[in-house]
């Protein structure tokens, strides 16, 4: 017997209002140590424990970016943060590579635009990477150094591909004199980003995706390269002058009144990654990635990306015989489990699950397990029953 949508009772309705599982690439499931810090008092941002509070995050968000450079918080989503990291360092008329093969890559553009820069793409397919040659080819062919910065979404949400930042980036740094701008919302925290190594430029991230922490932060790393283009940007802007938060982050302070209780949970959310050390982040998410998709492939259900540049945040099914939408709901309504639907001309064709931040092995079981049976109660017909969830399990109990 299938179940009858209608007939699911709403979750929200339920007593058990806590047990809404958050399996979307963002905002993601916050543990309770940082839940619990934001509850605390707030207290002033000019006092000296704020500022103490302060120099530890940012000591500390440095090691997670792995860099030297300032890394810098400001007040917005993650979305803010990527304009700041562009109207700090270019000028209007100025030539940018950017980019495009989902959302947030055209999001990209767009916000250039808007901000008279001349913006020419670099586009593929949503679901595909970004072609590393034609980085090359265009960058090789600024003879005259036009191009003043390319502009990269490391983890591409929309479609759960991850973009091979480190090759193009040696574009970059053949073509010599171009910016670096990444958006590694979906990247850091979730697979290495090697800020110094690679020599990235700007790194924009935000706090409700890798971080652990409600949406409300975002952060910018700036390299001296970078900061050498903001004395001569003649880009207006005011709020989001990262001068300004340089300065006040030497102090250990923010030029304008921060989000102090998310100050506090980002406090605590760091400590716990430290606590957990980089390697095994970047394993723990792999590994999650690899029990997802083994489990998707097991279902029978196509992946919006390839293997070869899956995304350690979220993956992108793309099913077949099975409406994505009607699995959402159920998933929604009778497991309390939310996944992400398609974004723009994906929607509807397409859902999304987050394995970002905290996630841990037995969230996916629990995912992958809720996701069989609603198929089945939908009337997919599964290819390997019982096989799911121990495809799920391998790459989870090997490791
Ligand atoms: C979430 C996200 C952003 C930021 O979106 P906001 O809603 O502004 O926080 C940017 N880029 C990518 C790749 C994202 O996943």
Known sequence: MYWQIEQLSDAEDKSMEDKHMLMIPGPTPVPEKVLLAMAKHTIGHRSPEFSQIMEEVTENLKWLHQTNNDVLIVTASGTGAMEAGIINFLSPGDRVLVGSNGKFGDRWAKIS?????????????????LDTEEF????????????????????????????????INRHVKEHGECLIIVDAVTSLGAVNVPIDEWGLDVV??????????????????????????YENCTMPRFYFDLGQYRKSAQKNTTPFTPPVNLIFALQV????????GLENI???????????????????????????????????????????????KVMKKHFDIALAGGQDHLKGKIFRIGH???????????????????????????????KVVKAASKPLILT
């Open 136 to 167: 090359r080819t265009k960058l090789e062919a600024d003879t005259e150094k036009q191009i003043k910065a390319v502009i990269v979404t490391h983890s591409e949400t929309s479609t759960g591909v991850l973009n091979d930042l480190e090759t």
């Open 282 to 328: 970047f394993a723990r998410h792999s590994r999650l990635t690899k029990a997802t998709r083994d489990a998707i492939k097991a279902l029978g259900l196509p992946l919006l990306a390839p293997d070869e540049c899956a995304s350690t945040a979220v993956t992108a099914v793309a099913p077949t015989n099975v409406e994505a939408e009607q699995i959402r």
């Open 204 to 229: 924009a991230s935000g706090s409700q995706k890798g971080y652990m922490i409600p949406p409300g932060l975002g952060f910018v790393s700036v390299s001296p390269k970078a900061w050498a283009a």
């Open 113 to 129: 635009k808007a901000y008279g820069l001349e913006v020419d793409t670099i586009a593929a397919e949503w679901g595909q990477p």
């Open 269 to 276: 959310a760091l400590q716990m990654m430290k606590e957990e």
């Open 356 to 386: 970002l931040g905290f996630v841990s092995d037995r969230d996916i079981l629990t995912t992958i397990s809720s996701l069989e049976i609603t198929l089945q109660q939908l009337g997919y017909q599964n290819p390997a029953p019982k």
